[in-house]
């Protein structure tokens, strides 16, 4: 009896305990496994949009290599849309709206393809390769578009940015497009002292040629 009486207080004991926390215990346990289970979901759904995005970007950098068809072109356009819309927040949104900003400049639509580029600058931060390339080419469209003093404090100097001698050449291609050909010549001689030796910019030595031709030798006069 001793032994029944001890199991029997036992129980009575756990039907007190769980009389007075029996419910606020099972509401925790309930709150973390709905929790577990919701960030199990939410991972869950991350990992399928990540996916779904990457498919899709890749298959634009597949119809990209076509571009020059008109129907590759207006394919390219279409994803490069679907992906900045429907994944809105993501890097291969922000690479889309670079990849459609240049898609605008080749179709003449430069308003498009600033509101583009400013859509990559304001999803980015500063130090990321990706705001520098998109405020280079900002410049270049502002330029193109006669916002000659906006494309220049776009592309000012910055020594931090390893991008500082494509932003040097385009501030020369900016100053010598309005008529400034000794602040150009002085743009581009920056531009050739902050470009890798190994990786020159293109076409940077035929402008300083241009700006600062060289008189004939005198072996070379007839």
Known sequence: MESYRTEEEQVEALKRWWKENGTSTLVSILLAVAVA???????????????????????FLETMGSAEQATGGAAAEELATRIATEYDGTAYARFAELHLARLHVAGGDLGAAEAALRTVLA????????????????????????????????????????????????RGDVLLAAGRADEAAAAYR??????????????????????????PTAGAQG
């Open 190 to 215: 920056e531009a050739q002292s902050l470009a890798d030796p190994e990786r020159p910019l293109p076409g940077l030595d035929e402008k300083l040629d241009y700006l600062n031709p060289q008189p």
């Open 37 to 59: 289970f919701g960030w199990q979901g939410w991972q869950a759904r991350q990992q399928a949009r990540a996916e779904s995005a990457s498919n899709l970007f890749q298959q």
């Open 123 to 170: 999803e980015t931060s500063a130090k990321e390769d990706l705001h520098r390339v998109a405020r280079l080419r900002l410049g270049r469209v502002l330029a193109a578009r006669g916002d000659t003093e906006d494309a220049l404090e776009l592309l000012a100097s910055d020594g931090a940015n390893p991008y500082a001698g494509a932003y040097a050449m385009a």
